[in-house]
């Protein structure tokens, strides 16, 4: 099964779940993308937050480098199964995304700018 985490930005959320999820199953395949990051035909669109990538140390897990994706209609064509996790923010999700019948939401709320205890 071929699992996409999408939250907004790619940056956190669907990070943490994408690598988490790789860690606990070799069956199944986990990949990541944000809603809401930009384009990027080749292009760098930005970091992993540190404080993501520091929490994700103390679990083992680098982070670290790791590119940020834009979704995109190909990525849910190829997955089993969508999990979006945004709270609220509907407006940002993409129509293909949210006419999809593969898609769940799981509503938790965006780590930006809390706190490190947050993450951990």
């Known amino acids: 099964m071929k699992i996409l985490f999408v939250c907004a930005g790619n940056v956190g959320r ?3 779940a994408e ?3 790789n860690r606990k199953t070799k069956k199944h395949h986990a990949t990541s993308a944000g ?3 930009g ?12 404080k993501v ?8 897990i680098n982070l670290k480098g790791k590119p940020i994706k834009q979704v ?5 064509e190829d997955a089993d199964k969508v999990i979006i996790i945004m709270e609220h923010r509907i407006e ?3 129509d293909f995304l ?8 799981w509503p938790i709320p965006d780590p930006k700018d809390t706190s490190y205890e947050f993450y951990s």
Request: one cysteine or more; hydrophobic letters at 30%; aromatic letters at 12%.
């Open 19 to 21: 690598a988490f999820f």
């Open 98 to 105: 949210k006419n999809s019948e593969k898609v769940d939401y």
């Open 53 to 60: 990538i520091d929490c994700m140390k103390e679990e083992y």
């Open 35 to 37: 809603a809401r990051c």
């Open 39 to 50: 384009d990027n035909d080749g292009k760098k669109l930005g970091n992993i937050g540190f």
């Open 92 to 94: 940002d999700i993409p």
């Open 14 to 16: 669907s990070q943490m």
């Open 72 to 76: 995109k209609p190909e990525m849910v």
